[in-house]
């Protein structure tokens, strides 16, 4: 079964990520071009490639980061083309990032750092914004560290308090642009595990990964990316 959104497009229902002929480019450089791709509501899928191979120009114009030169994109049931900047948050809501760089407020305690996004885009009580911080926190390890600053933790506690911070609005979709890129394999291994664990419990997962070694003990659907487009392998 599939729905129509425009005359020349056709959007599969279960599908949380779709793109079709879809171009993107930055500064006049075309960067991706003809891309398309679906992603069903619950899946773990690998994007491989090379660094400047477009991953991230992809991953970026998933939550509204970077626009569509051509074609057509829809995300969490959200039309990328045409997008308006009142509709931003509402996309972003959906999408938990965890990035490469981590993106933590060093000056803050890991749980201020998940009450940062609670208090940025929802009404929630304190009440409730503390249940949340310990329900995350709890689940990926670090709630008795709730109280350290970021700078005090490791770099796979790190990047664990960023998925904590990426999943605390219970996101359909998490995208994880080489979120083991800075890790030793330890910490990688470790990430990616919590990762899996979180899909399994229905969360669709994106991970951006040039790491062959961690790809290879956890494969998974792939799309890799080259010569300025990608293809499923």
Known sequence: MSTKFASSFVVPVNAIVEFQDARFQIEHEMILN????????????????????????????????VSLAGGFGRVCGMDLVGLK??????LRRQVGIVFQDFKLWYNQ????????????????????????IQEVL????????RDEKPSRLSGGEQQCLCVARAIVNQPKLIIADEATGNLDPVSSEAILKL????????????????DMML???????TYEFSNGTCHEI
């Open 34 to 65: 003809a891309v398309n791709l679906k992603i069903e509501a619950g899946a773990f899928v690998y994007f491989l490639g090379s660094t400047g191979s477009g991953k991230s120009t992809l991953l970026k114009s998933m939550y509204g980061a």
């Open 109 to 132: 305690s890991c749980g201020a750092n998940i009450d940062f996004v609670l208090r940025a885009t929802t009404s929630f009580e304190k009440i409730e914004r503390q249940k949340r």
């Open 138 to 145: 709890e689940r990926v390890g670090l709630w008795n560290k």
């Open 85 to 90: 900047a009142s509709q931003l948050p509402y």
């Open 215 to 221: 790809y290879n003990k956890f494969p998974a659907r």
């Open 195 to 210: 990762l899996r664990e979180l899909n399994e419990s229905g969360t669709t997962v994106v991970f951006a990964t040039h």
